[in-house]
C-alpha cells in the first residue's frame, strides 16, 4: 500500500473530511464505551445533553472553550510559522503569575492605581510574561537552530516548579490555611459573568474577539504574510525577502502572548486566584485544538467549543453510565487523528499494491 | 531479430484529465542504447516510474526477459534485473561507497553485513565495466561524476540487466559526459541494455543506437540513431519545426553596472574565492562550470542572501546592500536556480508569489497592511504579460508547470511594479534559468533575457548548460572551486578550453588567452 498525490483536489471531498472525520471518531469510541459495559445510545446522548443541552451545560462548555480557544490560537499563530511551540501550558501559568503579581492583594490591599489602568497594566504583564517566556527558545532556534520543541516543552516543568515556589513563598494566600494558592485577584479586576447564574465570564468575548484579529492579521497584513511564507517554505521567503529572524520573534511573541493572555483570563474569570492545577493541560489541547481547526484562526473557535462541550460532558456522562471520563480524552485523540488522516487522504489516493 | 529483454504493451497512465502516458509500446533489446527523448512532461518520467514499479500503469503490460513484470512492486523489478540512476542521487553523503552500494541488499536478519564477499563483488564489477572507484571512499568526498557512477555501480551490483538513467548528463563536465559514454558503451557491448533519457538532442544520437521520441503522452516516433537528424527529432519532439538557437550578440555594451572586486564568501559547502568580475549595461555575462563550484554563492551574493566575508561588490557605483527587498527596490531582478523551493511558496497563491518581493514597498503596502487590489492588479499583469498559464492568480503556486512558473517568477522580476513605467531592471541575475523547461520554455526565458539585455540591462546568467553559454553568453568566464577566470568574448573560448577551465586548468587557459590579447571591444563583438 501506498500513498500518490491526486492530480487535483474535489471540493465536495473537502468539506466532507471533516465530517466522515467525525463519524469515524464516534464509530471507534463506541467500541470503548461498549466495552466498559455501557449502552451506546444513550452514553453519546448523555455527552450530548451534558455538553451542550441546557443553558448551564452550554455554560460550562464555553467556560471551558475560554483558555482552550486562546491557547488553540497560540498554537495556531506559531505553527503557521514552524515554530512547534510545545510550551503554551508554561506560557499560560506565567501569564496567571503576572496577573496575579501586578493585580494581586497583596498585603490586603494591592497597587493603588484606577482600575482601568491597572486592568491594562495585568493584562499587558500577562502577555509580556508568555511572550518572554517564548522569545528565548524562538530566539536559539533562529539563530543557533536549538530544536524548539525540546526546549518550550521543557520550559513547562521549570515554570510549574517556579509557580510552585512563588505559590509556596513569596505570593502564598495567608489565609488558605497552608494550601499552596496565590492571594487573590482584586475584586474590581474580575471578568464580569456573561450569564447570570453559571461560570461563563467576558473572557469569552476578549478570546473570540482576538481569533477575528488573529485570522485578520494573519490574512491581511504584511506580518501575517511574512509568517505564512516562513512557515510554508523558509527558503522561498528568504528569497523573497521577509526577515526570518525578526518573523521568528514576532511569531514568539504573538504566540506567548496569547498563552499568557489565557492564564491571566483563568484567573480573572473563573478562579480568581492561582493554584497549581489551574490548568488541566489547556496548554496541550490548545495543540490539538489547532490542528483539528487545521491552523485555522476562526476554525480555532469553532474546535475549542467543540473539544470543551466532549471533555464537559464527558463529565457527567461517566457519573450517569459508568464509562471513565478517559473516554473524552479518546474522543479529542482520535478525532485528531481522523481529522489528520481526512485531510492527507483529500491530497493523497491510497493504492493497494 | 532476436526476442526483446523489455517489452511494454499499450502503457496507458492517466492523472485525473491528464494521460500522461498514451497507449504506449516500446521494447528494448540487450546490448542497445535506448534513447528516450522528449520534453518536460512528454511523459518519460511517468513511463520509467510504471516500469520502476512506482505508478501502476491503468491498462497494459510489461514483459521483462519473456515473464510478465507484476505492476507497482519496485523489488519486483529489481528483481527481475531494471536497474534505475536517478537525476537526483540516492546516496548516503557520510557513509562510504562500499556501504552505499550493499545498502539495501543486506537482509536485516543476518547478525553481521559481509562486508568482505561484498567488496570483492564490487570490485569485480567495478573492473568488468570500467567504473573505477574507490570502495573506501566517503561519498561526501567525491565529486558528481564520480557519485553518478557510484549509482551506476550500486545498480551494476544488485545485478541490473536493464539500466535507466535519467538525464545523467545534466550534472556532467563534457570530459565527464565523454567518460560516462564510454562506459556505456562498454556496458552494451556485454550484452546489458540501456534506457537514456534525456532531452538534448547532440548526445541522444551521440549515445544510443535508438531513439523514441515522446510527445504529450504519445510514443509518437522511433528511429535508428544513424538514420535520423537532430532537426527531425527536434521536429518529432516538439511537433513543429524549429530554428535552431542563434547568437544574438550585443549592440551597446554602456558603463559598469555590477562590479566584484576579490570577493570571497565564508567557507560553506560552496563558496566564492577572490573572484572578480564585471557587468556592464545591455550585455550578458555568462558563467559555466560544473554544478557546487561556488555558482550558488555567487547567485547568493547578487540575491541578497549571503554576505561576503571579502572583498568588494558595488551596483551603481555603491556598494551592494544587503538585503533581498533593497536589491529589488534598486532595480535587481533575481532568479534563483531552484524554483520550486526557492522561486515560489509553492502553498501560497500565484498573486501573493507575484508581489512577495515587492511586498514590503509602499506600492503594495501600507500601514503594515497588504494592498490586496493593487498587488492582485500587478499579479494580473505579470499573468498577462509573461502569459502564465494556470488555474488564475488565487491558485497555489505549486499547481503551475515548470515552465509557467518560471514564467512568474521571470514576470515578477521583469515586471515593474508602476503600471506606466517602462524601466527595466539594472541587473538581471539568473541561476539556471531554463532548467529543466520544455524546449518552447527555454526559448521564451532566452528571448526574454535577450530583451531584457537590449533594453539596457546587465545579464548575469549562471547555467550548467555549455550550449546555453556559449549561445547566450556575450561574455563568458568559468567557475571552478569559487574562483572566476577572467570572462573572455564567447566566441574567443573552444569547447575544449571551457572544459579543460570547469574542471579547474582555469589559470592557466586565462593566462594564455590574455596572452592573445582577447579583449572586449567592439569589433570582435561585431566580428562575432
Known amino acids: 500500500m501506498r500513498l500518490e498525490k491526486r492530480a487535483q483536489n474535489s471540493a465536495i471531498a473537502l468539506a466532507l473530511a471533516p465530517v466522515g472525520a467525525l463519524a469515524f471518531t464516534l464509530l471507534v469510541s463506541a467500541l470503548l464505551v461498549l466495552w466498559a459495559g455501557a449502552p451506546v445510545g444513550q452514553a453519546y446522548g448523555l455527552l450530548l445533553k451534558g455538553g451542550f443541552g441546557s443553558v448551564f451545560a452550554l455554560s460550562e462548555t464555553l467556560t471551558r472553550a475560554i483558555p482552550l480557544t486562546l491557547t488553540g490560537l497560540a498554537a495556531t499563530v506559531a505553527f503557521k510559522a514552524r515554530l512547534f511551540n510545545i510550551g503554551a501550558e508554561g506560557?499560560?501559568?506565567?501569564?496567571?503569575?503576572?496577573?496575579?503579581?501586578?493585580?494581586?492583594?497583596?498585603?490586603?490591599?494591592?497597587?493603588?492605581?484606577?482600575?482601568?489602568?491597572?486592568?491594562?497594566?495585568?493584562?499587558?504583564?500577562?502577555?509580556?510574561?508568555?511572550?518572554?517566556?517564548?522569545?528565548?527558545?524562538?530566539?536559539?532556534?533562529?539563530?543557533?537552530?536549538?530544536?524548539?520543541?525540546?526546549?518550550?516543552?521543557?520550559?513547562?516543568?521549570?515554570?510549574?516548579?517556579?509557580?510552585s515556589l512563588m505559590l509556596d513563598g513569596p505570593m502564598k494566600d495567608p489565609g488558605a490555611m497552608g494550601w499552596p494558592q496565590s492571594v487573590a485577584l482584586q475584586d474590581e479586576l474580575t471578568l464580569s459573568k456573561l450569564i447570570a447564574q453559571t461560570r461563563?465570564?467576558?473572557?469569552?468575548?476578549?478570546?473570540?474577539?482576538?481569533?477575528?484579529?488573529?485570522?485578520?492579521?494573519?490574512?491581511?497584513?504584511?506580518?501575517?504574510?511574512?509568517?505564512?511564507?516562513?512557515?510554508?517554505?523558509?527558503?522561498?521567503?528568504?528569497?523573497?525577502?521577509?526577515?526570518?529572524?525578526?518573523?521568528?520573534?514576532?511569531?514568539?511573541?504573538?504566540?506567548?502572548?496569547?498563552?499568557?493572555?489565557?492564564?491571566?483570563?483563568?484567573?480573572?474569570?473563573?478562579?480568581?486566584?492561582?493554584?497549581?492545577?489551574?490548568?488541566?493541560?489547556?496548554?496541550?489541547?490548545?495543540?490539538?485544538?489547532?490542528?483539528?481547526?487545521?491552523?485555522h484562526p476562526l476554525g480555532v473557535v469553532f474546535a475549542s467549543v467543540f473539544v470543551a462541550g466532549v471533555l464537559v460532558g464527558a463529565d457527567s456522562m461517566s457519573r450517569a453510565v459508568g464509562v471513565p471520563t478517559y473516554i473524552a480524552d479518546v474522543i479529542v485523540a482520535a478525532s485528531l487523528i481522523s481529522v489528520l488522516v481526512a485531510t492527507s487522504l483529500t491530497q493523497y489516493r491510497i493504492r493497494w499494491k | 531479430m532476436p526476442a526483446p529483454v523489455l517489452k511494454l504493451s499499450h502503457i496507458t497512465k492517466r492523472f485525473g484529465s491528464l494521460t500522461a502516458n498514451d497507449d504506449i509500446s516500446l521494447e528494448l533489446y540487450a546490448g542497445e542504447v535506448l534513447a528516450l527523448l522528449g520534453e518536460n512532461g512528454a511523459g518519460k518520467s511517468t513511463l520509467v516510474s510504471i516500469l520502476f514499479g512506482h505508478y501502476t500503469a491503468d491498462a497494459g503490460h510489461i514483459e521483462a526477459f519473456a515473464k510478465p513484470l507484476p505492476a507497482g512492486d519496485p523489488k519486483a523489478a529489481l528483481a527481475a534485473g531494471i536497474g534505475m540512476v536517478h537525476q537526483h542521487f540516492t546516496l548516503?553523503?557520510?557513509?562510504?561507497?562500499?556501504?552505499?552500494?550493499?545498502?539495501?541488499?543486506?537482509?536485516l536478519w543476518q547478525p553481521f553485513t559481509r562486508r568482505g564477499k561484498a567488496r570483492a563483488k564490487l570490485l569485480d564489477v567495478a573492473k568488468r565495466f570500467g567504473l573505477s572507484v574507490d570502495a573506501n571512499a566517503r561519498v561526501g568526498t567525491l565529486s558528481v561524476g564520480e557519485r553518478q557512477r557510484v549509482e551506476i555501480l550500486k545498480a551494476l551490483y544488485r545485478g541490473a540487466r536493464i539500466l535507466i538513467l535519467d538525464e545523467p548528463t545534466a550534472v556532467l563536465t563534457p570530459q565527464e559526459s565523454e567518460a560516462l559514454f564510454a562506459v556505456l558503451s562498454q556496458m552494451v557491448a556485454q550484452g546489458l541494455s540501456i534506457i537514456f533519457i534525456s532531452h538534448k538532442l547532440g548526445e541522444v544520437l551521440r549515445v544510443s543506437q535508438r531513439v523514441a521520441v515522446l510527445r504529450a503522452g504519445e510514443l509518437v516516433a522511433q528511429a535508428r540513431a544513424s538514420e535520423t537528424t537532430q532537426s527531425q527529432l527536434a521536429q518529432w519532439m516538439v511537433g513543429r519545426a524549429l530554428n535552431p538557437a542563434q547568437r544574438h550578440p550585443a549592440q551597446n555594451v554602456g558603463e559598469a553596472v555590477c562590479v566584484?572586486?576579490?570577493?570571497?564568501?565564508?567557507?560553506?559547502?560552496?563558496?566564492?574565492?577572490?573572484?572578480?568580475?564585471?557587468?556592464?549595461?545591455?550585455?550578458?555575462?555568462?558563467?559555466?562550470?560544473?554544478?557546487?563550484?561556488?555558482?550558488?554563492?555567487?547567485?547568493?551574493?547578487?540575491?541578497?542572501?549571503?554576505?561576503?566575508?571579502?572583498?568588494?561588490?558595488?551596483?551603481?557605483?555603491?556598494?551592494?546592500?544587503?538585503?533581498?527587498a533593497q536589491l529589488v527596490a534598486l532595480g535587481v531582478a533575481r532568479i534563483p536556480e531552484d524554483r520550486h523551493e526557492v522561486g515560489v511558496i509553492g502553498d501560497l497563491p500565484l498573486w501573493e508569489n507575484a508581489v512577495a518581493e515587492r511586498l514590503q514597498s509602499r506600492t503594495f503596502s501600507r500601514f503594515g497592511w497588504v494592498r490586496r487590489r493593487a498587488a492582485y492588479a500587478y499579479a494580473q499583469r505579470v499573468i498577462e504579460a509573461f502569459d502564465v498559464?494556470?488555474?488564475?492568480?488565487?491558485?497555489?503556486?505549486?499547481?503551475?508547470?515548470?515552465?509557467?512558473?518560471?514564467?512568474?517568477?521571470?514576470?515578477?522580476?521583469?515586471?515593474?511594479?508602476?503600471?506606466?513605467?517602462?524601466?527595466?531592471?539594472?541587473?538581471?541575475?539568473?541561476?539556471?534559468?531554463?532548467?529543466?523547461?520544455?524546449i518552447g520554455a527555454v526559448d521564451y526565458v532566452q528571448r526574454q533575457l535577450i530583451a531584457a539585455r537590449d533594453a539596457g540591462a546587465a545579464v548575469l546568467l549562471i547555467s550548467d548548460d555549455l550550449d546555453e553559454v556559449?549561445?547566450?553568453?556575450?561574455?563568458?568566464?568559468?567557475?571552478?572551486?569559487?574562483?572566476?577566470?577572467?570572462?573572455?568574448?564567447?566566441?574567443?573560448?573552444?569547447?575544449?578550453?571551457?572544459?579543460?577551465a570547469m574542471a579547474g586548468a582555469g589559470k592557466a587557459i586565462g593566462q594564455a588567452m590574455a596572452g592573445a590579447g582577447a579583449g572586449i571591444d567592439e569589433n570582435e563583438r561585431a566580428s562575432a
Not at chain 1, 123 to 152: I, N, Q
Not at chain 1, 225 to 241: D, M, T, V
Not at chain 2, 275 to 298: D, K
Open chain 1, 91 to 163: 506560557q499560560l501559568y506565567v501569564g496567571a503569575l503576572a496577573a496575579v503579581a501586578v493585580g494581586g492583594l497583596h498585603g490586603g490591599s494591592g497597587l493603588a492605581l484606577p482600575t482601568p489602568l491597572l486592568f491594562v497594566l495585568m493584562m499587558t504583564a500577562a502577555a509580556l510574561a508568555g511572550a518572554l517566556l517564548l522569545l528565548g527558545p524562538a530566539l536559539m532556534k533562529a539563530r543557533l537552530g536549538v530544536d524548539e520543541v525540546v526546549t518550550t516543552l521543557l520550559l513547562n516543568f521549570i515554570v510549574l516548579l517556579f509557580v
Open chain 1, 200 to 295: 461563563v465570564h467576558t473572557g469569552l468575548l476578549w478570546a473570540w474577539t482576538l481569533a477575528v484579529i488573529v485570522w485578520a492579521l494573519m490574512r491581511f497584513s504584511v506580518q501575517g504574510f511574512n509568517i505564512r511564507a516562513l512557515g510554508a517554505n523558509s527558503r522561498a521567503a528568504k528569497f523573497a525577502g521577509v526577515p526570518v529572524t525578526r518573523t521568528v520573534v514576532l511569531v514568539a511573541m504573538l504566540s506567548g502572548a496569547l498563552a499568557g493572555l489565557a492564564g491571566a483570563i483563568e484567573v480573572a474569570g473563573r478562579t480568581g486566584y492561582l493554584t497549581l492545577d489551574m490548568s488541566p493541560g489547556y496548554g496541550y489541547t490548545g495543540i490539538v485544538i489547532a490542528m483539528l481547526a487545521v491552523l
Open chain 2, 92 to 107: 548516503a553523503d557520510n557513509l562510504s561507497v562500499l556501504d552505499n552500494v550493499m545498502m539495501g541488499s543486506e537482509s
Open chain 2, 260 to 324: 566584484l572586486d576579490q570577493v570571497s564568501t565564508a567557507p560553506a559547502r560552496e563558496r566564492l574565492n577572490e573572484a572578480s568580475l564585471t557587468l556592464h549595461r545591455g550585455e550578458i555575462v555568462a558563467i559555466a562550470g560544473v554544478s557546487g563550484n561556488g555558482q550558488g554563492a555567487l547567485a547568493q551574493l547578487l540575491c541578497g542572501t549571503r554576505p561576503a566575508s571579502a572583498g568588494t561588490v558595488t551596483l551603481m557605483g555603491r556598494a551592494l546592500p544587503q538585503k533581498p
Open chain 2, 389 to 438: 498559464r494556470g488555474a488564475g492568480a488565487d491558485a497555489p503556486a505549486r499547481s503551475l508547470s515548470g515552465g509557467n512558473m518560471q514564467k512568474l517568477i521571470l514576470g515578477r522580476a521583469l515586471v515593474h511594479p508602476q503600471r506606466d513605467a517602462t524601466a527595466t531592471p539594472k541587473l538581471i541575475v539568473a541561476h539556471q534559468p531554463t532548467w529543466g523547461l520544455d
Open chain 2, 470 to 500: 556559449l549561445t547566450l553568453g556575450d561574455r563568458v568566464a568559468v567557475i571552478h572551486d569559487g574562483q572566476l577566470t577572467p570572462a573572455r568574448p564567447a566566441l574567443a573560448w573552444s569547447r575544449e578550453a571551457i572544459g579543460l
